[in-house]
């Protein structure tokens, strides 16, 4: 028993008031614990307790960075849209063309979600609305996408291809909450081309001038 508990002890140890540890690497390591809750779970109907017992702190710990569940779950996306539109802005074959560039910036996305874990468990049917309401009404997301897209949606319309009346903010605003209406019902079960049809039609006309 006195093993077990000084065992407990440790595995708890930094999240102690007195552990050398800082406040991003905390927040990191209870979001990678948020991740895995929700991988196992299955979809995004997890506890804080939950995710105190997977990164082996007291619940208040996570209180100490997070105020509630919602929270946990917006850290996991923040990270995971950030390492992907990265990704996706630095591999778009013609980063200065507006028109073709705006497509493949949503369309990637929805490329990436397919078949995975993470991506299933927080848009699965019982928690998908969930995970969009935060998307839709979270500033920190926009900012997120807002780093990536910004510089691009800028010198497109520094060089005329986008309506000088836009806000570049604004548009980055738009775009993900395109991408978001291509991952609900019914869109996310209709065909790419399909749905590259639609941007075409929607989201190119109304950005890029002719």
């Not at 506890?47 to 960075?65: M, P």
Request: with cysteine; hydrophobic share 45%.
């Amino acid at each position: 028993m006195a093993t077990q508990e000084v065992a407990d002890g440790a595995s708890r140890r930094w999240g102690a008031e007195t552990a050398l540890l800082d406040d991003d690497e905390a927040r990191r390591r209870l979001v990678d614990a948020t991740r895995r809750c929700l991988i196992r779970r299955g979809s995004a109907r997890i506890t804080v307790q939950e995710v105190a017992k997977e990164a082996a702190v007291a619940r208040s710990t996570v209180y100490r960075y997070f105020a509630n569940r919602d929270e946990l779950i917006l850290g996991v996306l923040l990270a995971g849209i950030d390492t992907a539109i990265d990704a996706i802005v630095v591999s778009l074959p013609h980063p200065e063309e507006a028109a073709q560039s705006l497509v493949e910036l949503v369309m990637r996305p929805l490329e990436l979600v397919k078949d995975n874990e993470l991506t299933d468990a927080m848009f699965s049917e019982d928690s998908g609305w969930v995970v969009m309401a935060l998307e839709v009404s979270s500033e920190a997301v926009v900012e997120t996408y807002h780093r990536h897209l910004g510089p691009l949606i800028e010198r497109w319309q520094a060089d005329g291809q986008l309506h000088g009346d836009l806000d570049p903010r604004e548009t980055t605003r738009w775009i993900n909450t395109v991408a978001l209406l291509l991952m609900a019902p019914p869109w996310v079960s209709r065909s790419d081309d399909a749905k590259r049809l639609f941007l075409d039609q929607y989201l190119v006309r109304a950005l890029v001038r002719e």
